[in-house]
């Protein structure tokens, strides 16, 4: 009689097996054992199975003038179709005023949304509000809202209105990861909309509304806590915000012009919760658009020759070397994603339409859509990659 023996697998060798099994089988798996929903839940697991990950998507916010907004999940490991495409429901799909909630950035495998239950004619962040934000994880429909955060601070927004001439307030709203810290953070900063006069020593006297930082806070998934970034803000002159944010290497980006006529690079780091600036390859803010791209950030600008895609370099703030140039006859509208061989790369066209542009032979082709799922109107695309994040969180309503 042959006896039984059993294998112990080593640990690590179980991690890197669970790394590599699909995501509804990680949700089923939870139940097995306590074991089990320890190393399913444990933030090295989470980590590895997104660099095993080969599933490659795209999240599409779609919207018109007659229907609700619209949001699916889309593959797009094929090149030359795209692939499954399914519908997802964000936490407020089910709310009113659906076309109040936007997409603020999608980091990694999460998607943060904020939703206006107040928004004036004008889309300024009014008086009378109750806004929410959440960080949502659709493959896996679960969800973290974030708490009310500090009141305003009544004080500073009374000086301002006493001391600049105030009109009404906007919101500009970022997220990002901190790879430091393994965070993920939202950025708030309510501005101030001041109108000036003769700021530009012109004759006759010129008028600009410019953007005076009223209130800074850092919202972090970590601590589930918000705090007040203090003073740090590095422009003494007025200056005007023409960008962004784009993020990338725990960073925030915008591209900002002051009165003195300089462009420059504004950056929030999110490990140091300190604002930067950087220099800027180009002369003019005009005609050029931040992006990214591999998760590195691009400058794309319009030549004569065509829009020419500029990358900065990894660990050299001050560095940047051109990765292509898009020919005149294709109306480019900005870069998505690589395709797996690095040759090509995905773009949208200014009627929000998929191509792939081979980058050495400088021609296009447009992706197939799936007829089962059209999808029509894209009006926000990120890249996408599932995961198990967030799996501790609320239950999509």
């Known amino acids: 009689m042959i006896k039984e023996q059993k294998i112990k697998l080593p640990p690590d060798l179980i991690t890197h097996i669970f790394s590599l099994l699909p995501i509804n089988s990680l949700l089923r798996f939870q139940c097995v054992?306590?074991?089990?929903?320890?190393?399913i839940t444990d933030p090295y697991l989470i980590n590895m199975s997104l660099d095993t990950s080969r599933e490659r998507s795209l999240i599409v916010e779609t919207s018109s003038r007659h229907r609700p907004k619209d949001y699916y999940l889309v593959n797009f490991s094929d090149e030359n179709r795209l692939g499954e495409s399914t519908k997802i429901y964000p936490?407020?799909?089910?709310?009113?005023?659906?076309?109040?909630?936007?997409?603020?950035?999608?980091?990694?495998?999460?998607?943060?949304?904020?939703?206006?239950?107040?928004?004036?004619?004008?889309?300024?962040?009014?008086?009378?509000?109750?806004?929410?934000?959440?960080?949502?994880?659709?493959?896996?429909?679960?969800?973290k809202k974030l708490p009310n955060e500090p009141h305003l601070d009544y004080d500073k927004h009374n000086q301002l209105i006493t001391t600049l001439g105030y009109n009404p307030v906007e919101l500009n709203l970022a997220f990002g990861f901190d790879p430091?810290?393994?965070?993920?953070?939202?950025?708030?900063?309510?501005?101030?909309?001041?109108?000036?006069?003769?700021?530009?020593?012109?004759?006759p006297p010129w008028t600009a509304e410019i953007m005076e930082p009223l209130e800074i806070m850092v919202?972090?998934?970590?601590?589930?806590?918000?705090?007040?970034?203090?003073?740090?803000?590095?422009?003494?002159?007025?200056?005007?915000?023409?960008?962004?944010?784009?993020?990338?290497?725990?960073a925030f980006?915008?591209?900002?012009?002051?009165?003195?006529?300089?462009?420059?690079?504004?950056?929030?780091?999110?490990?140091?919760?300190?604002?930067?600036?950087?220099?800027?390859?180009?002369?003019?803010?005009?005609n050029v658009t931040l992006e990214v791209l591999g998760g590195l950030l691009c400058v794309s600008k319009n030549t004569h020759e065509g829009v020419e895609v500029w990358m900065m370099e990894y660990g050299v703030t001050s560095n940047w070397s051109r990765l292509y140039t898009v020919p005149m006859t294709f109306p480019y509208h900005r870069s998505l994603a690589f395709s797996e061989d690095g040759e090509k790369i995905l773009m949208e066209d200014n009627s929000r339409e998929l191509f792939w542009f081979h980058i050495e032979k400088k021609t296009w082709?447009?992706?197939i859509e799936n007829a089962r799922c059209p999808i029509f109107n894209m009006n926000w695309t990120a890249p996408y990659v599932e995961s198990i994040l967030l799996i501790d969180g609320d239950s999509d309503n």
Not at 33 to 39: E, P
Not at 102 to 117: E, P, T
Not at 220 to 247: C, M, N, T
Not at 275 to 285: M, V
Request: aromatic share 18%.
């Open 365 to 367: 082709y447009k992706i």
């Open 253 to 286: 980006y915008w591209l900002v012009n002051s009165a003195l006529g300089s462009t420059t690079l504004l950056t929030f780091d999110l490990t140091t919760e300190k604002f930067g600036l950087q220099t800027f390859p180009f002369e003019s803010y005009f």
């Open 219 to 250: 919202y972090s998934l970590k601590a589930h806590s918000w705090k007040r970034v203090e003073d740090q803000w590095p422009y003494k002159e007025e200056s005007f915000i023409w960008s962004g944010p784009a993020f990338s290497n725990g």
């Open 91 to 143: 936490p407020f799909h089910f709310q009113k005023n659906l076309n109040q909630t936007s997409m603020i950035g999608c980091c990694n495998m999460l998607v943060c949304i904020f939703k206006s239950a107040y928004l004036d004619p004008y889309g300024y962040y009014g008086s009378k509000y109750d806004n929410k934000i959440v960080i949502w994880n659709p493959s896996i429909k679960k969800n």
């Open 180 to 203: 430091v810290n393994n965070d993920y953070k939202v950025l708030k900063i309510v501005f101030a909309r001041v109108v000036k006069a003769d700021n530009w020593g012109l004759e």
């Open 33 to 39: 054992s306590k074991s089990c929903l320890a190393l």
